[in-house]
C-alpha cells in the first residue's frame, strides 16, 4: 500500500534530483574557477568525463542508505550521512580520475569546489524541494488494537514527517462506536488485524457500500513494511510454513557461485592487510594473531570460523556471569571498527561455513541457552549464516546489537530481523545487506 511507503516513484525523484543537483554543481564549479561562461567545448569535455563518476557517486549515496525509506530514528541524520556520502564519492573520483585520466580535464581544484556546491544544493534539494514535491494531504488514520506492535506503529506513523499520517489508536470499540470514531475523524484507513473473528463482528453493522469505501491494512504487514522485522508474537508454526521456504534452488546454486568468486577475490585482496595486522597484534602484547571459535552453522552443524584477534584471550562464549569478563585490546577496537578481525572468515565463506550474506553464527553455549528461551530460535539455522546480515546492519544502526554477552532481548529483536530476512531473502536484499555493511564500515559504526 503506497500510502505507507516511499515507493520507487518517489526514491526514482531523488535519483533524477541528486544527478540534477550533481551537474549543476559541475557547472557552477567550472564557473568559480574560470570567473566566466564555461565554453562549450570545457563544458562538454567535463560533462562526459564526470558522467561515469556521477554513475559511480549515485551507487555511493545508495550505499550510504539516501534512497531507503526515511524514519524517525533516521531523518535526523541526513547532514551527516550526506557528508560522509560526499566524503566517499570525492575519493572515489579521485581515484577514479588517477587511474582514467583525461586529457584537458583537471578534476582536482574541480572537485574540492564541486564538493562545497554538491553539499549545500544536495541539502537543499532534499530537505526544502523534495519535501514539497511528494508533499500531500495528512492521511487520517485508525488503529483499533493495544499491543507493543500496535504502539510501535502508532509512535511512527505520527512521529515520522515522510509518511503524511494521523494515527490515533482506540484498544476497544464496537461497531457503533467505530462508526462514530471513523466519522469524526473522517478516516478511511483502518489498521486492524483482518483475520480476526472478532474483526468480522465489528464490522457487521456496516453495509457492504460502507465497508467497501475503507482501506483495510493488518498490522503485521505494516509492522514490517515499517520497520523491516517480523514481531515474534507473530511467528507460528502456521506462519513459518506460509513465508518460510526451506530450499530457493537456483537462488541458492547461483548464491553459492558468487560467494566462491566474490570471496576469493576479496581474500586475496585482503592478504596485503595481513602483515599490518600482525605487527600490530603483536607489537600490544605477543599474543596469538588468531582466535578459532566453535559456532552454529546451517542445520545446527558446529563450524570453525577464524578471525584476528581482537580480546585478551578467547572464552568460546562460556559466560558464566553472563558477560565476557575479556577486554577489548587497543588494537582489537581499531580491527572491530574498520572490521578487519573478520577478514580470515572469507576463507570460511570459500569453505562453504558461511556465506556472504545470512544469519551472523553464534557461539555454541549461546545457541543452547537462546533455544531454550526463545521460541523457534533454531529456525534461523535453516540457511548458511552470513559474514554480513540484516539483523547486523539494522542492530548496529540501532546501536542494540548484542555483543560479548548474553543478551535475550537483544537476540529476540535480531531473531526478529533474521525472520525478515528468512522471507524475503533474494539477491536484491542481500546486494542492500552488502551496500549498507559497506557504509557501516567506512562509519566505523558498531564496535
Do not use: C
Not at 147 to 166: A, D
Not at 170 to 188: C, F, H, N, P, Q
Amino acid at each position: 500500500m503506497q500510502l505507507f511507503k516511499i515507493g520507487k516513484k518517489a526514491a526514482l525523484q531523488l535519483i533524477v534530483g541528486d544527478l540534477l543537483v550533481l551537474f549543476a554543481s559541475l557547472y557552477a564549479s567550472l564557473f568559480l574557477r574560470s570567473g566566466a561562461i564555461p565554453i562549450l567545448h570545457t563544458l562538454r569535455l567535463n560533462i562526459y568525463a564526470f558522467i561515469p563518476v556521477f554513475a559511480l557517486w549515485i551507487l555511493g549515496f545508495f550505499i550510504y542508505n539516501l534512497y531507503a525509506r526515511t524514519t524517525v530514528s533516521t531523518s535526523r541524520n541526513l547532514p551527516a550521512r550526506l557528508f560522509q556520502a560526499l566524503v566517499f564519492n570525492t575519493v572515489i573520483a579521485v581515484v577514479f580520475f588517477y587511474i582514467f585520466p583525461i586529457r584537458g580535464v583537471t578534476p582536482k581544484t574541480t572537485l574540492f569546489i564541486m564538493f562545497m556546491f554538491s553539499y549545500v544544493l544536495m541539502y537543499v534539494w532534499r530537505e526544502l524541494l523534495f519535501t514539497r514535491i511528494s508533499r500531500r494531504p495528512v492521511e487520517p488514520v485508525l488503529i483499533i488494537g493495544r499491543t507493543p506492535e500496535h504502539e510501535h506503529i502508532l509512535h511512527e506513523l505520527n512521529q515520522n514527517p515522510s509518511l503524511y499520517v494521523s494515527a490515533q489508536l482506540i484498544e476497544r470499540v464496537t461497531s457503533d462506536t467505530l462508526k462514530t470514531e471513523l466519522g469524526k475523524r473522517k478516516a478511511r484507513v483502518v489498521i486492524i488485524d483482518t483475520r480476526s473473528p472478532e474483526t468480522e463482528e465489528l464490522f457487521s453493522a456496516f453495509t457492504p457500500e460502507e465497508i467497501l469505501k475503507l482501506r483495510f491494512v493488518n498490522p503485521s504487514w505494516l509492522y514490517e513494511e515499517l520497520f523491516g522485522r517480523i514481531p515474534l508474537s507473530h511467528v507460528t508454526n502456521t506462519w513459518l510454513f506460509t513465508h518460510v521456504t526451506y530450499e530457493q534452488k537456483v537462488y541458492d546454486v547461483i548464491k553459492r557461485l558468487l560467494d566462491i568468486i566474490i570471496a576469493s577475490i576479496l581474500g586475496v585482496i585482503s592478504l596485503m592487510f595481513y602483515p599490518f595486522v600482525i605487527l600490530l597484534i603483536k607489537l600490544e602484547d605477543g599474543g596469538p594473531i588468531f582466535i578459532h571459535q566453535t559456532r552454529v552453522g546451517k542445520g545446527l552443524t558446529p563450524i570453525r570460523i577464524i578471525k584476528f584477534r581482537s580480546m585478551t584471550g578467547n572464552d568460546q562464549g562460556n559466560y558464566e556471569s553472563g558477560r565476557t569478563t575479556l577486554a577489548l585490546t587497543r588494537v582489537g577496537k581499531f580491527l572491530r571498527a574498520s572490521r578487519l578481525d573478520e577478514l580470515p572468515q572469507l576463507w570460511n565463506v570459500i569453505r562453504g561455513d558461511l556465506s556472504l550474506v545470512g544469519p551472523r553464527p553464534e557461539l555454541v553455549p549461546l545457541v543452547k541457552a537462546y533455544a531454550k528461551e526463545i521460541p523457534f530460535y533454531h529456525v534461523r539455522h535453516l540457511i548458511a549464516p552470513g559474514l554480513a546480515g540484516w539483523a547486523q546492519i539494522n542492530q548496529i544502526a540501532s546501536a542494540t546489537d548484542p555483543h560479548h554477552g548474553r543478551a535475550v532481548e537483544a537476540t529476540k529483536e535480531k531473531l526478529s530481523y533474521d525472520f525478515y530476512y528468512l522471507k524475503h531473502r533474494s539477491f536484491l536484499l542481500d546486494i542492500v545487506v552488502l551496500l549498507r555493511t559497506i557504509q557501516i564500515m567506512l562509519s566505523r559504526q558498531g564496535s
